[in-house]
């Protein structure tokens, strides 16, 4: 292989220090453009958001380290981007209609300690995610949780049950959840492991009645550690 193609390639002293001089400048762009954008972090980006992120990313990419990209010319698409971003932000409040078309709307994904099932719904996080969420915020089982709702920027929002008023529910501790079967050992209450719906169960083989799944595991009713 040729090794100095590879690694220099054209690269001369006075391209690097142009590169150099590039990249302070589009970085230095594209840091005043976000800031001029009011967002704080990655988690408030809606998709709309993200895309204009991907169109600045590009643009000031190739800028970088492309001589023949004109810095002025890259300026202009950031300058356009950033214009564009602050009018659809207008329009998106005079209408509701563009705002949910743009936005998204906000889902939800818990509803009285059982998930709520959507084979349309597109936007939910998988399974495994929403339990990682959970568990950050010291949720152990869903019986715990009055409602949790999947924000337009990607947070979730989730509502407590008081302590005196937790119910049984789906354990998310990895260990407790990795229990289920699809064949229950042992009467008692046991908790679906796709929606949460729980049933009192005797031995044998079960279906849940809300999603027809079939595999179960215990319901627990631990109370909030605050």
Request: with cysteine.
């Amino acid at each position: 292989m040729d090794w100095n193609r590879i690694f220099l390639h054209d690269l001369d002293g006075p391209f690097a220090l142009e590169i150099f001089f590039r990249t302070v400048f589009m970085f230095l762009v594209v840091v005043a453009i976000l800031r001029l954008s009011g967002k704080r972090g990655v988690r408030q980006l809606s998709i709309f958001e993200l895309a204009i992120i991907l169109t600045l990313g590009s643009a000031a990419g190739d800028a970088m380290f492309y001589d023949d990209v004109a810095l002025i010319a890259t300026l202009l698409v950031c300058v356009t981007a950033i214009a564009l971003y602050r009018l659809i932000t207008w329009l998106t409040v005079k209408s509701s209609r563009l705002e949910k078309l743009i936005e998204g709307k906000a889902v939800y994904i818990v509803e009285d300690s059982v998930m709520i099932i959507k084979d349309d719904e597109k936007d939910s996080l998988s399974k495994e995610e929403f339990f990682a969420e959970l568990r950050e915020k010291g949720v152990e089982h869903l019986g715990q949780v009055r409602v949790a709702i999947l924000e337009t920027g990607g947070n979730l929002s989730v509502f407590f049950y008081a302590n005196d008023e937790v119910k049984y529910g789906l354990p998310i501790l990895p260990h407790a959840y990795d229990k289920h079967s699809d064949t229950i050992v042992e009467e008692g209450l046991y908790a679906c492991v796709v929606c949460g719906t729980l049933a009192q169960l005797e031995a044998g083989r079960h279906r849940c009645k809300r999603c027809q799944h079939h595999e179960w595991v215990k319901a627990i009713n631990t109370k909030r550690v605050s």
